[in-house]
């Protein structure tokens, strides 16, 4: 019988800190602001959490927000000079189109309009965030949001992108955005998507196989093992 051996990559997944978009409560998906000095406490937050592991290399979306992110974590890494960064698009935020930089809470109320709902908390617990993805791409005047098929495929591909360069029994750190976050989880892990949003700088864990993605644990902002 044929052995066959299977890839097994551990990924720690962070949101990145705070930025003024998220402290104005706007739409941030592609579009991109700095962290605020709350976001710079994150990030250096999460590095102080992960400085005990030995990453092979980093992995975060082209996004200055999370570009930012995984250089102050790795700072506090003492493995730092030997850890190779990618910054791949494909890890990126979900696009928004027509709304983004609108007050979040507007967006919600007119996207939610096509099925009588008013906020983004009655959205997401009637139709889950895969369906609301599809409401945005609905509503967004130019169709240039993306729908739930198309944040997928993109993100797939960024994953088999990070399969690509990394090699079994590697720990690797990856930095993204809270809803890309949170779908993961959802996906992979729908127990423990409890309906509460990704913190920044929050930590989730992840074991990443040829084939598919294990959440092992979500949303930690408090101490890791």
Known sequence: MRLILVKKVTAYLVRHGQTYMNLYNKVQGWIDSPLTEKGIRDAKNAGER????????????????AIDTARLILRANPHNMNIVSYQYPEL???????????????????VGAQVQKTSEKEVLKDFGLERARDLIHRADLYNNAENNAMFWERLNFGFDKIRQNTEDGQQ????????????????????LD???????????????????IKVEWANKLGEIK
Request: glycine share 10%; aromatic share 10%.
């Open 92 to 110: 990126r935020e979900q696009f928004h189109g027509y709304f983004e930089g609108n007050d979040l809470n507007q967006m919600w109320q007119f």
């Open 50 to 65: 992960l400085k005990g592991v030995n990453f092979n290399a980093a992995f975060s979306s082209d996004s200055g927000r």
């Open 194 to 212: 409890t309906g509460v949003p990704i913190a920044n700088g929050a930590i989730t864990k992840l074991i990443i196989t040829d084939d598919d």
């Open 172 to 191: 690797i750190l990856i930095v993204s955005h809270g809803m890309t976050i949170r779908s993961i989880v959802d996906r992979y892990a729908p127990d």
